[in-house]
């Protein structure tokens, strides 16, 4: 039997079939039967070839500290090439927060043995919460390379789990409120600020604040003050996250209502947030002022006219009928300063409410959900009124009796549209007539309860 050379090109073999030489078609069947019992090439095998690589690792260098920071990369590579790529199973590190840095991979390639090297890497950011010991958990990675002689191979690699030691930044050892970031702004403002305020009036602050390379989550809010004759409505933060190439800001926005029960002599207190500055290693601290501010008795001291009245007929003779005159003149001011006190009460309130019906509207048709809930919660404080504003809503259209044709028209059901919009939980908002329907139920359930005993009131804590 003469001998013949089998090479790896498809037309040898294809010719040699064609030859139909006996000893030939003996080793085609032997060849098939052995391809047949050979068992199929898994990732495992790959790794223990040394054809694929993959490692987890702790790219940033030096003490890694308590809320700020560190990268962890998981690298996979191959010999060859990726077929459908890898991807980094979702994973949750205990006592840490966790940020991708992108959504998609790195690529690059190496020169390892002389060979070119396909390499993947994936990068996360984790904020560790608490010094001490932070393990990292086992990480499931998906793996698809492309094989010289098996074709792609692809499946499940499990990597091994490590641990990172954090440590706290020198001096927050006692500190409860503190952020770790290379940029800290904050910024303050007011809304409806006067000269002077009546019982009854409001102003509301904004806080903002801007972390950068930190999460929103990271950064704590502001505590809500606690002073006898003022109310304090803390609405539901605003907490974004922004990412730009590889960038992640933090943003975070509070809105508090103040309501003046009354007069006095107050001091709303500031702020003093102390910050870890992860690029110099020092603690600083950005201080905002506190508010001082007057709040005017609406009405005058009982008794205080019947002095006066009183004082008048034992006025010496000597002060001439000038100072008679002055004397009555500024008798008759102090008599009607009450009603002038109470016409500008009242002109105040009305423009107040007036420019909030304007704001509501507006901010309904930017579909800005989150003011729109705002100005009904300063709405109803206004009256100091014990319900909540769900409550508030359902007692008046029970004490009105009032049918609607349609149902989406009520204003439970518009409210209902807000409070799922504004916590993420719905799309739509209610129309301008029905939005318009709720103020109205509000307002006029802000003035039925003029005669309830003050209390804060507490903000709804979601859409039911």
């Known amino acids: 039997m003469s001998m013949h050379r089998i090479s790896r090109g498809p037309l040898t073999l294809w010719r040699l079939v064609r030859g139909k030489t006996p000893g030939v078609t003996l080793f085609i069947a032997l060849m098939s039967i052995a391809s047949g019992g050979h068992a199929a090439v898994t990732l495992d095998d790959l790794v223990a070839d040394d054809q694929l690589r993959t490692s987890v690792n702790i790219d940033t260098e030096g003490a890694l500290y308590q809320r700020a920071p560190f990268v962890l990369s998981v690298e996979i590579a191959t010999a060859r090439w990726f077929g459908r790529g890898t991807r980094v199973r979702d994973f949750r590190i205990p006592g840490a927060v966790l940020r991708p840095v992108s959504t998609f991979a ?40 492309n094989t010289e002689t098996d074709g792609t191979v692809e499946g499940e690699l499990t990597l091994p789990s490590t641990t990172a030691r954090i440590v706290s930044p020198p001096g927050t050892e ?47 809010g502001s505590e809500t003050p606690q002073i006898p004759g003022l109310s304090f409505y803390q609405a539901p933060a605003n907490v974004v996250d922004e990412s730009h190439r590889g960038t992640l800001t933090g943003k975070r926005e509070e809105r508090m209502v103040i309501t003046f029960e009354a007069p006095g002599h107050y001091q709303i207190p500031g702020l003093d947030y102390v910050w870890f500055n992860t690029g110099t290693g020092r603690l600083e601290t950005i201080s905002l002022p506190a508010l001082e501010l007057e709040v005017l008795a609406a009405e005058a001291m009982p008794g205080e006219s019947a002095k006066r009245s009183a004082w008048l007929p034992g006025t010496p003779l000597i002060l001439g009928s000038g100072a008679a005159v002055l004397l009555m003149l500024l008798l008759w001011l102090s008599r009607h300063s009450e009603l002038l006190k109470r016409a500008r009460t009242l002109v105040r309130r009305r423009l107040l409410q007036q420019r909030s019906r304007s704001a509501y509207l507006q901010a309904l048709q ?96 979601g859409a039911s």
Not at 176 to 190: G, K, M, N
Not at 191 to 214: K, M, Q
């Open 106 to 145: 790195d690529n690059s390639s190496h020169r390892i043995n002389g060979e070119t090297w396909s390499v993947q890497r994936w990068r996360f950011r984790v904020f560790p919460r608490e010094s001490g010991r932070l393990t990292i958990p086992q990480l499931r990675v998906f793996v698809s390379v």
């Open 174 to 220: 006692n500190l409860d409120i503190w952020v770790a970031t290379p940029t800290l702004s904050i910024e303050q403002h007011w809304e409806g600020s006067l000269d002077a305020y009546l019982p009854g009036d409001a102003i509301t602050r904004t806080r903002s604040f801007v972390v950068e390379d930190a999460p929103a989550m990271m950064l704590q």
């Open 366 to 461: 930017q579909n800005n959900s989150a003011q729109c809930l705002q100005l009904l919660y300063q709405q109803l404080a206004q009256s100091g009124s014990q319900r909540q504003l769900q409550d508030a809503v359902r007692a008046h259209a029970a004490g009105q009796g009032r049918l609607f044709a349609d149902a989406e028209q009520t204003p439970e059901h518009s409210l209902r549209l807000l409070l799922e919009h504004g916590y993420g939980q719905g799309g739509a908002l209610p129309g301008h007539k029905a939005a318009a329907e709720l103020w109205k139920a509000v307002s006029q359930h802000s003035k039925d309860s003029d005669n309830e005993t003050s209390s804060p009131l507490q903000l709804n804590p």
